[in-house]
Nanobody, 123 residues
Framework: QVQLVESGGGLVQAGGSLRLSCAAS????????MGWFRQAPGKERGFVAA????????YYADSVKGRFTISRDNAKNTVYLQMNSLKPEDTAVYYC????????????????WGQGTQVTVSS
């Protein structure tokens, strides 16, 4: 397994931007597909975006396509989520996930998780 630590959350006005980071432990970071999920109060954890180990393939939820960008720096063992044009409905705890195989959009398919970082978008 890999250890994951998210950072970069905070409070931002609607229309603003934030960049989340997820730092991973271990020497085989490039072997892992990485994903971002989010969970709002009273809702289930949902898929946001994912990226393959090499970074060649990316996947997005329809709700964030065109606004969010996932990227990774394998030399720094870090995956990023650039969030632009934020909306109040983007408010949630954002979680980083990792697995040796791209797990798709179901949280249960991902093996390692961070503790989460809060993103709050005010209207």
């Amino acid at each position: 397994q890999v250890q994951l630590v998210e950072s970069g959350g905070g409070l931002v006005q609607a229309g603003g931007s934030l960049r989340l980071s997820c730092a991973a432990s271990g020497r085989t970071f490039s072997s892992y597909a990485m994903g971002w999920f989010r969970q709002a109060p009273g809702k289930e954890r949902g898929f946001v975006a994912a990226i393959s180990g090499s970074g060649a393939r990316t996947y997005y939820a329809d709700s964030v396509k065109g606004r969010f960008t996932i990227s990774r720096d394998n030399a720094k063992n870090t995956v990023y989520l650039q969030m632009n044009s934020l909306k109040p409905e983007d408010t949630a705890v954002y979680y980083c996930a990792a697995d040796l195989v791209y797990g798709g959009t179901r949280p249960s398919s991902w093996g390692s998780w961070g503790q989460g970082t809060q993103v709050t978008v005010s209207s």
